[in-house]
């Protein structure tokens, strides 16, 4: 469960992203403005921040600025209607941890909600092994076994392993896979990024009792252990 | 404001006004200058005469004395020259010579100093008319009084001319300055109303209107050429803004109708949960389709107005084209296909990463749904090339190509060949591709190569690349081994 602030003008989306969230069993308040939204955000510890770009009062990256001068470092998703690749550098650059442009998909969304939650507080507490079941991905060492049988994998293919095991449990997005995995800031309109996951699938699933790698409908994929 | 008024504010109009009171002044100084001299000069030379004469005169009269001097005077008098002569005795009395009057006081003051004398002629019917006259005047023994002097008549006519001259010249500058200027600011005025006029009927909406071009090459001409391109950057940009919005009406219209559709036959046939979950499903299906259509256009439009901020960088294509393989290889072999790359090792191009790589999947996309032959399998071929020193991108197929006359016609929005629309996609993919090598400095050409359909865009290349045409060559040959 996570305490959430959603700072965004426009009640009604305010209201419905307030409302999804809570659904989701996590704690969601709102604020209207960019400055009652800074002071809410410095008084309280949020474990994130969901941040709308324009917002009266008080800029939304101006708000992300001055959180960060305090020494403030929830993360912080910028939600704006502004989409180009520099609009996000530009949202990135000043303080922001990711960038979801209006209009999106509520799946998305909380998948990148989840992801800055299970973000490392810090550079000291990267993992070098991660672990989902029996499959274990070494970073360090580069290799990915599952249960006694070593996995060979592609340099692509460990990255795509790499960032589905670091959100292991929650659901990551095409469009996630697209930007973190490849660096890509388009939509491709097939479905490319299905096809890299059923080669992993092939890999890291197949003659095993239990799949590991999961689509979720609508939304993306996701990897978790069958008694999650 | 009448026109008078209107034309004496002009800047023309002000300068030729400069121009002529600066060359007057100076007009009327070469005037002075010239008059002052001339005289001086001819003073000069009366003086001398003058003095010659008496020397002469000096001479006889030591020679000779009075008598001698009564005998040369009278006959040098008798020629009709410019000079005069006058020989008096104690008491006054002419004795000789050839003037009739003179102030008294000219022969009282007999010192030899050179005077400017009012005199009357002797003779030749002219006693009435006064004269000037440069005179010497001395006092010989006995009380008698010889003057010598020169007729200034031919010097008051000479330096009356030469002012009558200059004046008139004077005149004729001005007069000619004036009229030269008139018409050079007339004719200034004139294209400088006419760019007015032209650019008042552009502001009232007619985007077409372009300024006159005299072909002198002159400083009208090169801003007029000059105001014309922008007004050509302008028309473009508004006429891509016209486009889209057309577009979005024509195409637009349709989806969000079928939506609109689904939802009301939704609402009006309710079947329970799971009915409206499918609609509601269907319908955000839709939803997103319409976005992506959105986008798109959001996209080109703004690529198409050049959106400042669009980093251009050196780019090696080698590797950016390896990326979007390595993308795209696995989707092209379950597709049946293959996914070949043929680009030198360091070509480099002045370009924007992201904008590229979407151009190269849009091209592969394209040649996954179009480019499949009619037997045998489907091979996508990457090509980079340096060709009349630009750099080539092709995207290759072997499928059956686009008739010469729709080659045009896909690159403009929401064109798609296949009429029923049955495929996904927005006709909107070339489109963009077309927008980004615009963007590059480019164009998007398409060249059948029986069989298949080569696209290719070019962009800008790096410097240091002169050395690579052995691999330009190796690319090209590559190509041709394919067709």
């Known amino acids: ?37 800074l002071q809410m955000a410095l008084d309280s510890s949020y474990d994130i921040l969901i941040v709308d770009r324009m917002l009266p009062k008080l800029d939304g990256l101006a708000v992300i600025q001055e959180l960060r001068r305090q020494g403030n470092h929830t993360p912080v998703l910028i939600l704006s209607a502004l989409g180009q690749v520099d609009d996000r550098v530009k949202g990135l650059k000043a303080g922001g941890d990711d960038y979801l442009p209006k209009p999106y998909a509520f799946t998305e969304l909380q998948a990148r909600v989840e992801a800055l939650a299970r973000r490392p507080k810090s550079a000291g507490q990267v993992e070098t092994t991660y672990k989902v079941g029996d499959l274990t991905l070494d970073r360090m060492a580069h290799s990915c076994r599952r249960g006694e049988t070593d996995i060979p994998l592609q340099p692509r293919e460990f990255r795509l392993l790499e960032y589905l095991m670091q959100h292991a449990g929650q659901v990551v997005t095409r469009t996630m ?29 197949k003659g095993f009792d239990t799949p ?4 979720i409908r609508g939304a993306g994929y996701t990897i978790r252990d069958a008694v999650h | ?49 003058v003095d010659s004469e008496l020397k002469g005169l000096a001479d006889v009269y030591v020679r000779g004395g009075v008598r001698d001097l009564v005998e ?36 009282e003051e007999a010192d030899g100093g050179l005077r400017r004398v009012r005199y009357t002629r002797l003779g030749q019917n002219s006693e009435d008319v006064e004269r000037q006259a440069m005179v010497r005047t001395f006092e010989l023994r006995g009380g008698f009084r010889l003057l010598v002097g020169r007729d200034l008549g031919d010097q008051l006519r000479f330096s009356n001319l030469l002012g009558n001259a200059l004046r ?50 002159d400083e009208f001409d090169r801003l007029a050429v000059n105001l014309n391109t922008m007004l050509d950057r302008i028309e473009l940009l508004m006429q891509s803004m016209k486009d889209v919005t057309d577009n979005i009406a024509h195409d637009l219209k349709t989806p969000l109708t079928r939506l609109q559709t689904r939802i009301e036959t939704a609402l009006r046939e309710a079947k329970g949960e799971e009915g409206y979950r499918t609609a509601l499903e269907a319908a955000l299906d839709e939803s997103d389709q319409l976005l992506r259509v959105f986008n798109a256009l959001l996209r080109i439009a703004r690529i198409e107005s050049m959106a400042p901020g669009t980093v251009m960088e050196p780019t090696d294509l080698n590797r950016l084209v390896a990326e979007i393989s390595e993308l795209y290889e696995p989707l092209v072999e379950d597709e049946g296909g293959r996914l070949e790359t043929d680009v030198p090792a360091g070509l480099m191009a002045e370009c924007n990463r992201d904008l590229i790589s979407q151009v190269l999947v849009n091209l592969i996309e394209n040649a996954l749904k179009y480019g499949r032959p009619e037997e045998g399998g489907l091979v996508i071929r990457l090509t980079g090339l340096t060709e009349n020193g630009r750099v080539c991108l092709a995207v ?5 190509g686009i008739p010469e006359k729709d080659q045009d016609r896909v690159k403009e929005r929401f064109v798609r060949l296949e009429e029923s629309r049955s495929e996904p996609g927005t006709g909107l993919g070339l489109s963009l591709v077309k927008a980004v090598a615009r963007l590059h400095g480019g164009d998007l050409r398409f060249k059948n190569e029986a069989p298949g359909l080569s696209a290719r865009i070019d962009l800008e290349p790096v410097e240091p690349d002169s050395s690579r045409s052995g691999h330009e060559q190796g690319g090209t040959s590559g190509e041709q081994e394919r067709s």
């Open chain 1, 1 to 37: 469960m996570l305490k959430i602030l959603v700072i965004e003008d426009d009640p009604e989306a305010a209201g419905y992203l307030v409302k999804g969230l809570s659904e989701l069993g996590h704690t969601a308040d709102k604020a209207g403005d960019g400055q009652t939204g």
């Open chain 1, 177 to 205: 896979l697209l930007e973190n995995v490849w660096e890509y800031h388009f939509d491709p309109q097939t479905n490319v990024i299905d096809v890299h996951i059923s080669r992993l699938r092939g890999k890291i699933d």
């Open chain 1, 212 to 215: 590991l790698l999961h689509t």
């Open chain 2, 1 to 49: 404001m009448t026109r008078f008024t209107r034309f004496t504010r002009t800047t023309a109009f002000k300068l030729s006004l400069l121009y002529i009171a600066v060359f007057t002044v100076m007009s009327g100084f070469l005037l002075v200058y010239v008059s002052e001299n001339t005289d001086h000069l001819m003073s000069e030379q009366v003086v001398q005469s």
């Open chain 2, 72 to 107: 040369t005077i009278d006959s040098r008098s008798r020629h009709p020259d410019a000079s005069l002569y006058l020989l008096t005795d104690f008491a006054g009395n002419a004795l000789v010579g050839n003037i009739a009057r003179l102030p008294t006081t000219v022969l």
């Open chain 2, 168 to 217: 008139l010249w004077l005149i004729v500058v001005v007069v000619m300055a004036a009229i030269t200027w008139f018409f050079v600011s007339r004719r200034v005025m004139k294209r400088i109303d006419d760019m007015s006029a032209t650019s008042r009927t552009i502001m009232q909406g007619d985007l077409s209107g372009r300024l006159s071009i005299a072909g002198t090459n």
């Open chain 2, 396 to 400: 290759t197929d072997n499928g059956p």
